[in-house]
């Protein structure tokens, strides 16, 4: 997963830049990196503190930006990724997998295209580059339509900047005026924080124009076919971000509200697994009306254990810690969002039994994740997915919890549909994928 950021028109570009990606950074922490006014730039592994400090600034009024944990490509490949081209220089920053990255690159190649990087986003480049159109605009448009997916896009050319989601929106992106110009994120939250307005989700399969003196132009490529990653409202995205108008947190609540209709597990407390846990634990608290306590305490200096590359089991036991004050003695009801490969929940159950609690149950608001995500999730093997390997008596038994209970695929889709968000994308939990 990650985060981008475009600036158009505004004061120190490079400021602004550092202060959107700071807001995104729990879309990726590996590696930050900026493209400001003369496609100068700064990249480095880290945080976004660590490598867009003060004393790397470039002043400029116009830039883009990225923040990144690995799904294709090198470390040492960090975007935003820029080429000087017979129609103009042009840098790019991507969200998302081109699914289809293998051919279309066999296809560059063997019309004489060379690769700088292994990063698919540089095929969009390479289309820019071939487009049978001079003007720029009207080529990465024609680049656009002939990538299906996954992706939302910030595109700094010399004259312009751009940005795109697929036909499907598999991936947010959102953008508000700010002074006299633009600011384009991946989630409306880090365009709230700036005190943006008029902010505006762009539509899939669309592509906005920012230019000098001119209000935003939206031009329409592919016909819109809705299928937003609902793994964005049930983990990535930032409890206070929106999507579709419909608020992060409150479908987290619902879903945790639907697992309690489905399971009515009891307990003496319901304990969230932080952060991304929270807010369904507060729901299954509230419809159950089992007390929310801070049974694990987090270490918010420590990154997301599912988005970091290696050593996770290390990276749970330094961000939670169990609170034995709250636990020991109890039957105690673990409230998470997901699972994905199982090493992080065990771990959690091992720590909560440490405490000396009676019992422990395992409540997940989602599906089992069974399928795998190449649309810009690092999960593209289901040899990965603890789920596709094991039914549940072995995925309790493995977890080590006295009970183990997921929300039902229907049972999701419902609370989407009861919140308002239709057209989403559910491959990882049903196999249906949209591309």
């Given at each position: ?268 407390i319901v304990v969230p697994v932080l952060d991304s846990g929270f807010s369904g634990a507060l729901g299954y608290s509230q419809a159950s009306g089992i007390p929310i306590e801070y049974g694990l305490i987090r ?137």
């Open positions: 997963m990650c985060g981008i950021a475009g600036v158009w028109n505004v004061d120190e570009a490079y400021n602004v830049i550092h202060d959107v990606l700071l807001t995104l950074q729990h879309r990726g922490q590996q590696s930050a990196g900026v493209v400001v006014n003369g496609f100068k730039s700064v990249k480095g592994e880290g945080l976004v503190e660590n490598v867009l400090t003060s004393e790397r600034y470039i002043p400029g009024t116009k830039g883009i930006g990225h923040v990144r944990y690995s799904t294709y490509g090198s470390l040492d490949e960090i975007q935003p990724i820029t080429a000087h081209t017979l129609k103009g220089r042009i840098s790019v920053a991507h969200n998302g997998n081109i699914v289809d990255a293998d051919e279309k690159r066999r296809f560059i190649m063997e019309s004489g295209g060379i690769f700088a990087t292994t990063l698919d986003t540089e095929i969009i480049i390479h289309y820019f580059s071939i487009a049978p159109y001079a003007n720029p605009r009207e080529s990465l448009q024609w680049a656009l339509s002939r990538i299906k997916a996954a992706y939302s896009i910030v595109v700094l050319h010399d004259t312009f900047l751009a940005a795109a989601r697929d036909s499907f929106g598999i991936r947010p992106l959102f953008y508000g005026k700010f002074q006299e110009g633009y600011i384009v994120a991946s989630e409306d939250v880090a365009l709230r924080v700036l005190g943006c307005e008029e902010i505006t989700e762009i539509e899939p399969g669309t592509v906005v124009f920012f230019t000098d003196n001119k209000p935003p132009e939206i031009v329409r490529f592919a016909k819109r076919d809705d299928r937003f990653c609902s793994f964005e409202f049930v983990y990535f995205a930032r409890p206070d971000s929106n999507f579709y108008g419909v608020n992060v947190h409150e479908v987290r609540k619902a879903l945790g509200r639907k697992l309690y209709e489905e399971h009515k597990l009891q307990a003496d270490n918010h200096y420590i990154g997301r254990s599912f988005i970091m590359p290696k050593n996770r089991q290390d990276i749970v036991r330094r961000k939670l810690a169990a609170l034995n004050a709250v636990l020991e003695g109890k039957e105690v009801l673990l409230i998470d969002d997901s699972i994905v490969r199982g090493t992080t929940m065990k771990l959690i159950v091992e720590m909560v039994k440490e405490a000396g609690v009676k019992k422990v149950y395992v409540g997940i608001h989602s599906p089992p994740v069974v399928g795998p995500c190449n649309y810009g999730i690092d999960t593209s093997r289901r040899s990965e997915l603890i789920a596709s390997q094991n039914d549940l008596e072995k995925l309790q038994e493995y977890v080590g919890a006295d009970k183990l209970v997921y929300l039902s695929v229907e049972g999701y889709r419902e609370v989407f549909e009861s919140c308002g968000v239709r057209g989403i994308c559910m491959g990882c939990f049903d196999l249906n994928y949209p591309v």
